[in-house]
């Protein structure tokens, strides 16, 4: 056991005295006024919504917060204490909550990697105050030591040598003894996730009959453990077409025991609230599953509160859909809500993702500027505590990713609190949606549009350099439109790219007549599973002489940006503009869009 591990089983220990205990009704809830409830946000009661509905949240990063130093408070300013603060969520209409677990996060010094330090000691933590707030528990089991995503799905340090037979043994293994551990510090578990956002991949592999084969085996290990307990299956991407009937048509082909589809959704990504009922609909009427969002957020204002780039900001697609308000954040929580209530009885609940993720230090001026100085001090407690997404210590298994982009919350401006700690009043939407407020409705927003079509810039020489128009224009080697409007980064286009086995060869080509000037050239790419940073990228041919320029890609939707500055044109001529994929590593995948040259 690592040092931080001990910390943490001291914290359990004494965690067991704080707090008081909220007046609860005969199911262990707090007794809640139903009647229609006085408040400054307007919530319309939603009457599909019953009493065994789920209203969920992820706080899985709570105590690296407040090992940081982070103070909560409830709505009268008093300072909460543990308890206190999972009282305060019972009170504002949560049912559950749902808390990450993965193997072993932390170096082979014993130094976290992050993103809430979350082991199976730090879970018994949460599930322990959880309960005695009368909540019930999701276990979010990654199967990973650190984060597993529709970007990348690793499998722990300890596992990596196993055959597949070892590894479904270690993971039968490591989910029952860890259900024991949980439940024997007084968690009521409800539902186990076996695998979190399995859309690419599950504990290292890539094949569904090795996936299932391993999903399986979870499965397993909790109908021994419990047969009482919920098991969900966790995809993303539900926008993109067909997949979800994709993914529950795998599950049942290869017989995995399960209980619920649990889908991602976040409305800045993952298409409209119509389209995830229609998904949802298909497996719940196809499958006989129970469904429901595992994960949703807003953002209650732009402004980046720890100095850490947010994965919503000023100029983020998707930002109009909602009101930047914790108005917006009631809204978008009752609208998703009611895509999974109108599904029907099988729709069972929602689940609000890490809404107590605030800064440990507010590093944003009130000019929204950033203080540096405190930025660089938030830093030093993120890679000690794990109060950051991940520490500079995870490069030791996640070098590509964590090792590179190591930092703070990107989702401090989506919490239900605000950056002091203070919550929100759409904290309180859980409890609203069953009851409805007397505020006035507000008024009407523009009718959202989900991705926002690119303004072509003022003398842009590129020619659907949106992809717009499929493929027209270009001169096409191996790029196809395949899954082009989920990949897009605006509008409903892009150049997409993928190689199964290596040996495919990506090239995009266009010819365009330029006048003499300096032009700059820009273009975005996303992606994952590459290799060498200099396989992806452009080249702009200019009488012989080659610009050129090159990006890595670091996860879906997770756009970096290609920038070629001081192309100098000094005759008429004809230019080549080269978008390429070579040499690409196994399974490598992404899409460029927004193409784009203009006189600088």
Known sequence: MTTSKRLVSAALALSLGLGIMCS?????????????????IYVERNEAVGDDFI????????????????????????VLDNQGFFDLLAECGVTHVRIRVWNDPYDSSGRTFGGGHNDTDTAALIANLAGNAGLKVILDFHYSDFWADPSKQMVPREWADMDLEQRGDALYDFTYHTLGYIADQGADIDIVQIGNETT????????????TSLMQRGSEAVRDFDGSIRIAMHFANPERENAYSFYADQLNTYGVDYDIFASSYYPYWHGSTENLTEVLSYVAETYGKQVMVMECSWSYTLQDGDGFPNTIGEGSDGIENYRISPQGQADMLSAVTRAVTDVGSAGIGICYWEPAWIPVEVACREDGTIDNAIAESNMILWNRNGSGWASVFADEYDPDDAGVYYGGSAVDNQALFDFEGHPLESLRTFHFIRTGTDAPVPEATSTPTPTPVPVTAEGEVVVNGGFEDGLNDWEITGFN?????SNARTGSGSLHFYSADGSDDFTAVQLIDLEPGTYEFSAWVEGGDSGDSDQIGVDITVNGTIYDGHSSVTGWQQWSQIVISDIEITEPTTVSICIYVHNPTQGVWGAFDDVSMVPS
């Open 200 to 211: 690419n991949g599950f504990c290292g592999y890539e094949d569904w009959p090795s996936m």
């Open 24 to 40: 609860c009704s005969d199911d262990g809830l707090p007794a809640l006024d139903m009647n229609v409830q006085h408040s400054d």
């Open 481 to 485: 439109t395949e899954d082009a409007s």
């Open 55 to 78: 209203m969920g949240v992820d706080v899985s990063s709570y105590f690296s917060e407040i090992e940081s130093g982070v103070t909560y408070y409830d709505f009268d300013g008093n």
